[in-house]
Protein backbone atom coordinates (compact mmCIF):
# COMPACT_ATOMS: atom_id res chain seq x y z
CA UNK A 1 0.00 0.00 0.00
CA UNK A 2 1.11 3.59 -1.09
CA UNK A 3 0.94 6.50 1.12
CA UNK A 4 1.64 10.26 -0.28
CA UNK A 5 4.33 12.24 1.91
CA UNK A 6 5.08 15.81 1.55
CA UNK A 7 5.07 17.58 -0.95
CA UNK A 8 8.74 18.40 -2.67
CA UNK A 9 10.42 21.78 -2.97
CA UNK A 10 11.19 23.84 -6.68
CA UNK A 11 14.39 25.31 -6.40
CA UNK A 12 15.71 27.63 -9.23
CA UNK A 13 19.25 28.23 -10.33
CA UNK A 14 19.29 31.41 -13.06
CA UNK A 15 21.64 34.01 -13.35
CA UNK A 16 19.95 37.43 -14.06
CA UNK A 17 19.70 38.93 -17.25
CA UNK A 18 19.28 35.21 -18.68
CA UNK A 19 15.71 33.32 -19.70
CA UNK A 20 13.36 32.68 -16.84
CA UNK A 21 14.61 29.79 -14.88
CA UNK A 22 12.61 26.66 -15.48
CA UNK A 23 10.20 26.02 -12.99
CA UNK A 24 9.47 22.45 -11.20
CA UNK A 25 6.00 22.11 -9.94
CA UNK A 26 3.28 19.79 -8.36
CA UNK A 27 5.93 17.55 -6.84
CA UNK A 28 5.06 14.38 -4.68
CA UNK A 29 6.29 11.74 -2.89
CA UNK A 30 5.20 8.52 -2.69
CA UNK A 31 6.80 5.76 -0.34
CA UNK A 32 5.91 1.74 -0.86
CA UNK A 33 5.66 0.81 2.55
CA UNK A 34 6.39 -2.81 2.08
CA UNK A 35 9.27 -2.45 -0.57
CA UNK A 36 10.21 1.17 1.41
CA UNK A 37 11.16 2.29 -2.37
CA UNK A 38 9.86 6.29 -2.91
CA UNK A 39 8.53 7.44 -5.92
CA UNK A 40 9.00 11.40 -6.59
CA UNK A 41 7.11 12.60 -9.42
CA UNK A 42 6.86 16.18 -10.61
CA UNK A 43 6.05 18.59 -13.71
CA UNK A 44 9.26 20.78 -15.51
CA UNK A 45 8.14 24.24 -17.71
CA UNK A 46 11.31 23.67 -19.64
CA UNK A 47 14.14 21.42 -20.24
CA UNK A 48 16.47 21.41 -17.49
CA UNK A 49 18.92 19.46 -15.17
CA UNK A 50 17.47 18.04 -12.65
CA UNK A 51 18.76 17.08 -9.50
CA UNK A 52 16.92 15.71 -5.91
CA UNK A 53 17.54 15.30 -2.71
CA UNK A 54 15.34 13.57 0.30
CA UNK A 55 14.57 14.93 3.32
CA UNK A 56 13.41 13.63 6.66
CA UNK A 57 12.07 16.21 8.80
CA UNK A 58 12.70 18.73 6.81
CA UNK A 59 16.32 17.94 6.55
CA UNK A 60 18.69 16.44 3.85
CA UNK A 61 19.32 12.88 4.14
CA UNK A 62 23.20 12.26 3.72
CA UNK A 63 23.70 9.22 2.38
CA UNK A 64 24.76 7.61 -0.57
CA UNK A 65 21.76 7.22 -2.79
CA UNK A 66 20.81 4.98 -5.69
CA UNK A 67 18.42 7.08 -8.45
CA UNK A 68 16.46 6.30 -10.88
CA UNK A 69 14.92 8.08 -13.49
CA UNK A 70 14.85 11.71 -14.60
CA UNK A 71 17.28 12.90 -12.55
CA UNK A 72 21.09 13.80 -12.35
CA UNK A 73 20.58 14.25 -15.95
CA UNK A 74 19.73 16.49 -18.90
CA UNK A 75 15.13 16.51 -18.73
CA UNK A 76 13.12 17.15 -21.54
CA UNK A 77 10.34 19.43 -20.17
CA UNK A 78 6.51 17.52 -19.29
CA UNK A 79 4.54 16.69 -17.10
CA UNK A 80 4.18 13.60 -14.52
CA UNK A 81 8.22 13.27 -14.50
CA UNK A 82 9.53 10.64 -12.18
CA UNK A 83 12.10 9.68 -10.18
CA UNK A 84 12.87 6.41 -7.88
CA UNK A 85 14.77 6.18 -4.48
CA UNK A 86 15.99 3.00 -3.69
CA UNK A 87 15.22 3.57 -0.10
CA UNK A 88 15.36 -0.21 0.70
CA UNK A 89 19.57 0.06 0.10
CA UNK A 90 20.23 3.16 1.04
CA UNK A 91 18.35 3.72 4.22
CA UNK A 92 17.30 0.20 4.99
CA UNK A 93 17.11 1.11 9.12
CA UNK A 94 14.15 4.11 8.08
CA UNK A 95 12.18 5.15 10.64
CA UNK A 96 8.65 6.23 10.26
CA UNK A 97 9.89 10.00 9.82
CA UNK A 98 8.23 12.25 7.85
CA UNK A 99 9.77 12.27 3.69
CA UNK A 100 10.29 14.71 1.81
CA UNK A 101 11.84 15.70 -1.10
CA UNK A 102 13.82 18.65 -2.85
CA UNK A 103 13.72 18.86 -6.32
CA UNK A 104 16.40 21.39 -8.08
CA UNK A 105 16.20 22.72 -12.05
CA UNK A 106 19.13 23.88 -13.37
CA UNK A 107 19.95 25.73 -16.36
CA UNK A 108 22.71 24.60 -18.93
CA UNK A 109 24.37 28.18 -18.11
CA UNK A 110 24.29 27.67 -14.60
CA UNK A 111 24.38 24.12 -13.93
CA UNK A 112 25.37 21.50 -10.95
CA UNK A 113 29.12 21.57 -9.32
CA UNK A 114 29.91 18.03 -10.55
CA UNK A 115 29.77 15.98 -13.83
CA UNK A 116 30.10 12.29 -14.82
CA UNK A 117 30.70 11.36 -18.44
CA UNK A 118 30.69 8.01 -19.83
CA UNK A 119 33.20 6.80 -21.76
CA UNK A 120 31.85 3.27 -22.51
CA UNK A 121 29.46 2.38 -24.72
CA UNK A 122 26.18 0.41 -23.60
CA UNK A 123 22.65 0.09 -24.18
CA UNK A 124 21.44 3.34 -22.35
CA UNK A 125 21.63 6.36 -24.23
CA UNK A 126 22.78 8.93 -21.63
CA UNK A 127 25.95 9.98 -21.63
CA UNK A 128 25.94 13.00 -19.04
CA UNK A 129 25.47 12.55 -15.19
CA UNK A 130 25.01 15.66 -12.93
CA UNK A 131 25.42 16.11 -9.41
CA UNK A 132 25.10 18.93 -7.00
CA UNK A 133 27.70 17.60 -4.22
CA UNK A 134 30.26 15.19 -3.50
CA UNK A 135 27.36 13.44 -1.42
CA UNK A 136 25.42 12.41 -4.07
CA UNK A 137 28.13 10.87 -6.43
CA UNK A 138 27.37 7.36 -6.77
CA UNK A 139 30.09 5.95 -4.72
CA UNK A 140 31.60 8.81 -3.74
CA UNK A 141 34.40 10.58 -5.86
CA UNK A 142 37.23 8.16 -4.79
CA UNK A 143 35.19 5.13 -6.74
CA UNK A 144 37.71 3.96 -9.10
CA UNK A 145 34.73 3.98 -11.72
CA UNK A 146 35.60 7.79 -12.15
CA UNK A 147 38.64 6.97 -13.09
CA UNK A 148 38.49 4.64 -15.81
CA UNK A 149 34.67 4.28 -17.29
CA UNK A 150 33.37 7.39 -16.40
CA UNK A 151 35.46 11.04 -16.59
CA UNK A 152 34.51 12.93 -13.24
CA UNK A 153 34.89 16.89 -13.68
CA UNK A 154 33.94 19.86 -11.01
CA UNK A 155 32.51 22.93 -12.32
CA UNK A 156 35.23 25.99 -11.61
CA UNK A 157 33.25 29.14 -10.29
CA UNK A 158 35.47 31.44 -12.69
CA UNK A 159 32.08 33.75 -14.24
CA UNK A 160 32.63 37.54 -13.43
CA UNK A 161 36.01 36.68 -11.50
CA UNK A 162 39.27 39.00 -11.71
CA UNK A 163 41.73 37.18 -10.25
CA UNK A 164 45.95 37.77 -9.68
CA UNK A 165 47.85 35.17 -11.52
CA UNK A 166 51.33 34.31 -10.91
CA UNK A 167 53.71 35.02 -8.17
CA UNK A 168 52.90 33.44 -4.63
CA UNK A 169 52.39 35.75 -1.61
CA UNK A 170 55.41 34.08 0.45
CA UNK A 171 57.86 34.16 -2.44
CA UNK A 172 60.25 36.90 -3.59
CA UNK A 173 59.14 37.18 -7.69
CA UNK A 174 61.80 35.21 -9.32
CA UNK A 175 61.35 37.24 -12.64
CA UNK A 176 58.65 37.80 -15.59
CA UNK A 177 58.11 33.99 -15.76
CA UNK A 178 56.08 34.22 -13.00
CA UNK A 179 55.26 37.99 -12.92
CA UNK A 180 51.88 38.70 -10.81
CA UNK A 181 49.34 39.96 -13.01
CA UNK A 182 45.54 40.52 -12.86
CA UNK A 183 43.25 38.09 -14.99
CA UNK A 184 39.97 38.02 -15.85
CA UNK A 185 37.51 34.99 -16.54
CA UNK A 186 33.88 35.48 -18.36
CA UNK A 187 32.84 31.70 -18.08
CA UNK A 188 32.76 28.93 -15.37
CA UNK A 189 34.03 25.54 -16.97
CA UNK A 190 34.93 22.33 -15.46
CA UNK A 191 38.14 20.20 -15.00
CA UNK A 192 38.73 16.88 -14.61
CA UNK A 193 38.68 16.30 -10.87
CA UNK A 194 41.47 13.87 -11.91
CA UNK A 195 44.41 13.63 -13.93
CA UNK A 196 43.55 11.50 -17.40
CA UNK A 197 44.66 7.97 -16.90
CA UNK A 198 45.32 5.31 -19.09
CA UNK A 199 42.39 3.40 -18.84
CA UNK A 200 40.14 6.50 -19.94
CA UNK A 201 42.92 7.05 -22.67
CA UNK A 202 42.18 3.23 -23.77
CA UNK A 203 38.39 4.29 -23.48
CA UNK A 204 38.54 6.69 -25.90
CA UNK A 205 40.64 5.08 -28.22
CA UNK A 206 44.39 5.44 -27.63
CA UNK A 207 46.95 2.83 -26.83
CA UNK A 208 47.77 2.08 -23.00
CA UNK A 209 50.48 0.46 -24.06
CA UNK A 210 52.34 3.89 -25.15
CA UNK A 211 52.67 4.75 -21.69
CA UNK A 212 55.68 3.69 -19.86
CA UNK A 213 54.30 2.11 -17.24
CA UNK A 214 51.87 0.31 -18.99
CA UNK A 215 53.79 -3.37 -18.36
CA UNK A 216 55.25 -2.48 -15.01
CA UNK A 217 52.46 -2.10 -12.32
CA UNK A 218 49.23 -4.23 -11.66
CA UNK A 219 47.21 -1.12 -11.97
CA UNK A 220 48.89 1.33 -14.01
CA UNK A 221 45.06 1.55 -15.88
CA UNK A 222 44.17 3.93 -12.64
CA UNK A 223 47.57 6.40 -13.19
CA UNK A 224 47.55 9.02 -15.43
CA UNK A 225 48.54 8.85 -18.80
CA UNK A 226 51.84 9.78 -19.73
CA UNK A 227 53.62 9.80 -22.89
CA UNK A 228 51.50 11.79 -24.82
CA UNK A 229 52.71 14.54 -27.04
CA UNK A 230 50.52 17.51 -28.17
CA UNK A 231 50.48 17.67 -31.86
CA UNK A 232 49.95 14.26 -33.04
CA UNK A 233 47.98 12.88 -30.18
CA UNK A 234 46.26 14.87 -27.97
CA UNK A 235 44.99 17.94 -30.22
CA UNK A 236 46.54 16.35 -33.08
CA UNK A 237 48.67 17.97 -35.47
CA UNK A 238 47.17 21.29 -35.72
CA UNK A 239 48.38 24.74 -36.21
CA UNK A 240 49.15 26.67 -33.28
CA UNK A 241 45.65 28.31 -32.85
CA UNK A 242 43.25 25.60 -34.45
CA UNK A 243 40.73 23.72 -33.11
CA UNK A 244 41.30 19.38 -32.30
CA UNK A 245 41.71 17.40 -34.97
CA UNK A 246 39.01 14.73 -35.00
CA UNK A 247 41.11 11.78 -34.80
CA UNK A 248 43.11 13.17 -31.74
CA UNK A 249 42.64 11.87 -28.48
CA UNK A 250 40.68 15.16 -27.60
CA UNK A 251 38.60 14.88 -30.84
CA UNK A 252 37.57 11.62 -30.58
CA UNK A 253 36.61 12.48 -26.54
CA UNK A 254 34.31 14.86 -28.52
CA UNK A 255 32.98 12.51 -30.21
CA UNK A 256 32.15 9.68 -28.04
CA UNK A 257 30.69 11.83 -25.30
CA UNK A 258 28.99 14.57 -27.71
CA UNK A 259 30.54 17.06 -26.27
CA UNK A 260 32.27 19.30 -28.42
CA UNK A 261 34.37 21.93 -25.75
CA UNK A 262 36.33 19.66 -24.43
CA UNK A 263 39.86 20.65 -24.31
CA UNK A 264 43.29 21.48 -22.21
CA UNK A 265 43.16 23.61 -19.61
CA UNK A 266 44.77 26.87 -20.90
CA UNK A 267 47.34 28.30 -18.22
CA UNK A 268 45.50 30.95 -16.63
CA UNK A 269 42.40 28.33 -15.85
CA UNK A 270 44.63 25.36 -14.84
CA UNK A 271 46.27 28.28 -11.85
CA UNK A 272 42.95 29.27 -10.82
CA UNK A 273 41.39 25.40 -10.98
CA UNK A 274 44.88 24.54 -8.66
CA UNK A 275 44.73 27.62 -6.49
CA UNK A 276 41.20 26.92 -5.48
CA UNK A 277 41.40 30.10 -3.61
CA UNK A 278 45.09 30.05 -1.84
CA UNK A 279 47.94 32.21 -2.19
CA UNK A 280 50.17 29.93 -0.75
CA UNK A 281 52.99 27.75 -2.17
CA UNK A 282 50.40 24.63 -2.01
CA UNK A 283 47.05 24.25 -3.02
CA UNK A 284 45.74 23.21 0.49
CA UNK A 285 46.42 26.83 2.22
CA UNK A 286 50.15 25.47 3.81
CA UNK A 287 53.35 26.50 2.39
CA UNK A 288 56.27 23.98 1.94
CA UNK A 289 59.60 23.81 2.58
CA UNK A 290 62.42 21.39 1.45
CA UNK A 291 63.23 20.34 5.30
CA UNK A 292 60.94 19.87 8.29
CA UNK A 293 57.56 20.49 8.25
CA UNK A 294 56.78 22.00 4.74
CA UNK A 295 58.05 18.32 3.46
CA UNK A 296 55.21 16.91 5.37
CA UNK A 297 52.86 19.67 4.23
CA UNK A 298 53.99 19.00 0.57
CA UNK A 299 53.59 15.15 1.08
CA UNK A 300 50.17 15.74 1.97
CA UNK A 301 49.04 17.24 -1.74
CA UNK A 302 51.76 16.19 -3.65
CA UNK A 303 53.64 13.06 -5.35
CA UNK A 304 56.72 14.55 -5.08
CA UNK A 305 60.89 12.70 -5.39
CA UNK A 306 60.19 13.07 -1.58
CA UNK A 307 57.44 9.85 -1.72
CA UNK A 308 57.43 8.86 -5.01
CA UNK A 309 60.29 5.87 -5.04
CA UNK A 310 60.45 7.75 -8.97
CA UNK A 311 57.41 6.66 -10.43
CA UNK A 312 53.77 8.36 -11.10
CA UNK A 313 50.86 6.51 -8.91
CA UNK A 314 46.96 6.07 -8.71
CA UNK A 315 45.70 9.27 -9.09
CA UNK A 316 43.49 10.51 -6.60
CA UNK A 317 45.38 9.43 -3.42
CA UNK A 318 46.59 12.21 -1.98
CA UNK A 319 44.57 15.41 -0.53
CA UNK A 320 42.52 17.52 -2.54
CA UNK A 321 42.50 21.59 -2.93
CA UNK A 322 39.09 22.79 -1.68
CA UNK A 323 37.12 22.41 -4.78
CA UNK A 324 37.61 18.78 -4.69
CA UNK A 325 40.53 18.57 -7.33
CA UNK A 326 43.56 15.90 -7.19
CA UNK A 327 47.00 15.88 -7.95
CA UNK A 328 47.55 19.32 -9.39
CA UNK A 329 50.77 19.66 -7.62
CA UNK A 330 53.21 16.11 -8.28
CA UNK A 331 52.28 13.00 -10.15
CA UNK A 332 53.04 14.23 -13.11
CA UNK A 333 53.27 17.41 -15.12
CA UNK A 334 50.55 18.73 -17.23
CA UNK A 335 49.79 20.04 -20.53
CA UNK A 336 47.95 23.19 -21.14
CA UNK A 337 46.96 24.93 -24.16
CA UNK A 338 49.21 27.64 -24.36
CA UNK A 339 52.70 27.61 -26.23
CA UNK A 340 55.43 28.76 -23.79
CA UNK A 341 56.62 32.65 -23.29
CA UNK A 342 58.67 33.63 -20.63
CA UNK A 343 56.48 36.86 -20.22
CA UNK A 344 52.75 36.25 -19.29
CA UNK A 345 51.77 39.65 -17.89
CA UNK A 346 50.45 40.82 -20.90
CA UNK A 347 47.91 37.70 -21.64
CA UNK A 348 45.40 38.96 -19.24
CA UNK A 349 44.60 35.37 -18.56
CA UNK A 350 43.73 34.79 -22.50
CA UNK A 351 46.07 31.75 -23.64
CA UNK A 352 49.10 32.40 -25.46
CA UNK A 353 48.56 30.98 -29.22
CA UNK A 354 51.40 32.25 -30.88
CA UNK A 355 53.35 28.98 -31.71
CA UNK A 356 56.92 28.39 -29.94
CA UNK A 357 59.10 25.87 -29.45
CA UNK A 358 57.53 24.28 -26.28
CA UNK A 359 54.21 23.62 -24.71
CA UNK A 360 53.40 24.82 -21.22
CA UNK A 361 53.64 21.95 -18.56
CA UNK A 362 52.19 22.98 -14.90
CA UNK A 363 52.29 21.11 -11.69
CA UNK A 364 55.66 19.23 -11.45
CA UNK A 365 56.33 16.00 -11.70
CA UNK A 366 57.16 12.76 -9.33
CA UNK A 367 60.25 13.13 -10.35
CA UNK A 368 61.07 16.92 -9.86
CA UNK A 369 64.72 17.04 -8.70
CA UNK A 370 65.06 20.76 -8.36
CA UNK A 371 62.92 21.20 -4.87
CA UNK A 372 59.96 22.23 -3.28
CA UNK A 373 60.25 25.88 -5.43
CA UNK A 374 59.04 23.94 -8.29
CA UNK A 375 55.85 22.02 -6.20
CA UNK A 376 53.78 25.05 -5.90
CA UNK A 377 50.71 26.65 -8.43
CA UNK A 378 53.27 29.52 -9.60
CA UNK A 379 55.52 27.15 -11.21
CA UNK A 380 55.50 27.10 -15.43
CA UNK A 381 57.24 24.88 -17.18
CA UNK A 382 57.33 23.62 -20.48
CA UNK A 383 58.32 20.94 -22.68
CA UNK A 384 59.56 20.82 -26.46
CA UNK A 385 58.12 18.69 -29.00
CA UNK A 386 61.23 16.59 -29.45
CA UNK A 387 60.25 14.92 -26.15
CA UNK A 388 56.53 15.23 -25.78
CA UNK A 389 56.61 11.74 -25.36
CA UNK A 390 58.62 12.16 -22.14
CA UNK A 391 57.58 10.14 -18.99
CA UNK A 392 56.69 12.83 -16.44
CA UNK A 393 54.03 14.60 -18.50
CA UNK A 394 50.53 14.02 -18.71
CA UNK A 395 47.03 16.02 -18.72
CA UNK A 396 44.01 16.44 -17.68
CA UNK A 397 40.98 18.06 -19.79
CA UNK A 398 38.38 20.77 -18.82
CA UNK A 399 34.74 21.52 -20.39
CA UNK A 400 34.59 25.25 -21.35
CA UNK A 401 31.89 27.26 -21.72
CA UNK A 402 27.89 26.12 -21.34
CA UNK A 403 27.42 22.63 -21.87
CA UNK A 404 26.65 21.70 -25.09
CA UNK A 405 23.62 19.01 -25.66
Known amino acids: MKKAFAVALAVLGVLSGEAAAPQVSNVTVAKDTTSRKVTISYDLDQDAIVTAEILVDGQTLDVPKVWAGEVNRFVAAGTGKKIYWQGDIDWPL????????????????????????????????????YYASTNDIPGGVGDRRYKSDYLLLRRVPA?????????????????????????????DFYVGVYEFTEAQFQYVGGSRAAGPYFATYADSKYFPMTG????????GNVAANADVETGSILGKLRTLTGIKTFDLPTDAQWEFACRAGTATTLNDGTDTAWTGAGVE??????????????????????????????DMLGNVGELCL???????SDLNGAPNMSASTAKVVRGAAYGCVTGYNNMRPAYRSYTRAAVFRERYTGFRVVCKGKISF
Open 94 to 129: QSAAKLGAKVTAWTKAVPPDYMAVKLFKDEVEEKCW
Open 159 to 187: KGIHWRMGNDSTRANPGANYQTHLVSFTK
Open 228 to 235: VFYKNNVR
Open 297 to 326: NMKRVAWSNKDANGAPHEVGLKKPNDWGIY
Open 338 to 344: DWYKDDI
